[in-house]
């Protein structure tokens, strides 16, 4: 199905490999503009790159999500250039797993400013210009991990679980303006962040799925462009899983 998309800008956070790296590419060949942010600028750059030579329309703009001042500037020099944005996905994250007793502040720290805290800035910073548009779509990356909790992921789990309390609070906020607020939540899914797992973790990992497979970060795109598209208006304050059946 060919989903409708309107001269649309997108704004995808840790868009330089991954998940966001497969959602600024679907979001692309659906034909929106799309903003691509990281960190790394070789990594954004290089996705950015990509798209354009493919015959689609990208930047990159490298900075630290989870640092507000580096938000503040750059939101504001998108929104200079462009003039709008139409569409955020929030995707940036990390992980520093460690069991609650060993766990450092530095740990817990770092992953809720990452996952949970670069939320609230990008929407925060957006939302006086989304609300103008009075149109809008924001689909924020959560995590199976948010939704049944996660042995030594204490730091992830609950960034993941306050993005589904912050979606919930702001699909209210904001649904006068026509504007959707919905998150997605991923299962174990082929990325360089799973890549690390030992092969026996990944085997058990496996085993608790009941389609007995990873997922593609393309699974995951797919679904957040529809969120993203025309199609998707009626839906608004949702947690999709995406995770093979692990948590029905």
Known sequence: MKLTFS???????GAGRGIGKAIAEKLAEQGC???????????CGAVADEINAGGG?????AF????????KENVANILKEFGKVDILVNNAGITRDNLMM??????????????????FYLIRD????ILQNRWGRIVNISSVSGVMGNAGQANYSSAKAGIIGLTKTLAREFASRSITVNAI????????????????????AIDTIPLKRMGLPEEIANLCVFLCSEEAGYITGQTIS??????M
Do not use: Y
């Not at 503009?33 to 990594?43: D, E, G, M, Q």
């Not at 630290?64 to 938000?71: C, L």
């Not at 957006?126 to 210009?129: E, Y």
């Open 7 to 13: 001269d649309r800008i997108a704004l995808v956070s």
């Open 33 to 43: 503009t799309v903003i691509c942010v990281s960190k790394n600028p070789s990594s």
């Open 57 to 61: 329309k990208a930047k990159a703009f």
């Open 64 to 71: 630290d999500v989870s640092d507000p001042a580096q938000v």
């Open 102 to 119: 060993r766990m450092s502040d530095e740990e817990w720290q770092s992953v809720i400013n990452t996952n949970l805290s670069s939320c």
């Open 126 to 129: 957006l939302s006086r210009a």
């Open 185 to 204: 939540a991923p299962g174990f899914i082929k990325t360089d962040m799973t890549a690390v797992l030992s092969p026996a973790i990944m085997q058990k």
């Open 242 to 247: 995406v995770d093979g059946g692990l948590a």
